[in-house]
């Protein structure tokens, strides 16, 4: 039996998915567990931030933030997707975060999903209609907050002053430009601190638990064989740690949607069947079975759910090519 990769690759078609979201908002964690899941070989994936227009000096001369429209080549991406599309390789630009500065172009070929993580995926028409499948994700002001200062901090270092001076600054640009864009997602992710452990105020300390709302349109041909397996029963015998799961339909933006809320964390035994049944259709169980951490929180819940969409949206567009 045929696996969903055998099937995409027959196909021979590119499938473009979009993860639009503020700066340091888990855009990129999202991609990671995306990838993982349907396969490092079948997944190349690359941040929007390369195509900034205007590097960190021109930017402050001209007293402009990246979240503005005008600070990155939107019409160049466009035209990268669409290559991308049709199988042709492009020489994406590269930004170097250490510095501030756009260094040069590197190749960059297709693969059979391509994932793009950024700040304008959307933004406009010619972008949204290069992009399959639109997730957009939200977090919390308190969690994006903790999120940027660990990695801006820790990880390109900024001093945390910096940080919290840029996220002021930024703040009018992400609601102009960047916040209307949900509007155009399939899913929207937002997170927010667990009601079970969060944040100590003042601790400036991250929490491990998060509350994940899934707010996702409601396809009109939803793959029948994807089923969603979560052991209840284990959960009520054996669980150690506290976790919650709702749902609801409701209107968002003018759209019929689900609502899935998932919070705290869960032992991964018990959503084993749920990979399982992904790994059977993609043909990639033994890759994304492989789970080091006894204990799996809302975000990595969510993202297998992401990824059931994700299949579900691919099934989709097959049965239409």
């Known amino acids: 039996m045929k696996t969903l ?27 990671k567990g995306i990838k993982r899941i349907l396969g490092e070989n079948m997944v190349a994936s690359f941040s929007m931030d390369d195509y900034h227009s205007l590097d960190r000096k021109q930017r402050k001369e001209r007293n ?17 997707l669409e290559a991308l599309r049709a199988g042709k390789s ?20 297709p693969a059979p999903v391509v994932i793009v993580e950024g700040l304008h995926p959307f933004y406009t028409k010619e972008l949204r209609d290069a992009i399959d499948f639109k997730i957009f994700v939200d977090p919390s002001r308190a969690v994006k907050r903790l999120w940027k200062l660990r990695r801006d901090v820790g990880d390109r270092g900024y001093q945390p002053e910096q940080v919290m001076a840029e996220m002021l600054q930024r703040e009018p640009d992400y609601k102009l430009y960047v916040d209307i864009q949900k509007i155009y997602a399939e899913t929207v992710v937002k997170i927010h601190e667990s009601r079970f452990h969060p944040c100590l105020p003042g601790t400036g300390s991250a ?115």
């Not at 099937?7 to 993860?19: A, D, L, Q, R, T």
């Not at 639009?20 to 999202?30: E, P």
């Not at 043909?283 to 006894?294: C, H, L, P, W």
């Open 5 to 31: 990769m055998d099937k995409i690759k027959e196909s021979g078609k590119v499938f473009v998915f979009g993860i639009a979201g503020d700066s340091g908002s888990g855009k990129t964690t999202i991609s």
């Open 64 to 80: 402009i933030t990246p979240l503005h429209p005008d600070a990155n080549h939107l019409d160049l991406l466009a035209e990268h």
């Open 90 to 109: 492009v020489d994406k630009p590269v930004y170097d975060h250490s510095c501030g500065a756009i260094s040069g172009t590197v190749p960059f070929g």
């Open 207 to 321: 929490p491990d638990w998060y509350s994940v709302r899934l707010i996702q349109h409601i396809l009109e041909q939803p793959v029948s064989n994807v089923d969603l397996p979560i052991a209840l029963a284990k959960i009520l015998r054996s669980s150690e740690h506290e976790f919650s799961i709702e749902f609801q339909r409701d209107d968002y933006y003018g759209k019929r949607v689900g609502v899935m809320t998932i919070d705290g964390e869960i032992h991964q035994s018990m959503i084993a069947g749920l990979e399982k049944n992904l790994g059977d259709i993609l043909g990639t169980y033994t890759a994304i079975s492989d789970r080091s951490q006894e204990y799996v929180n809302g975000i990595g819940v969510a993202q297998l759910i992401l990824t059931w969409t994700c299949l579900e949206k691919l099934e989709s567009i097959l049965a239409n090519y």
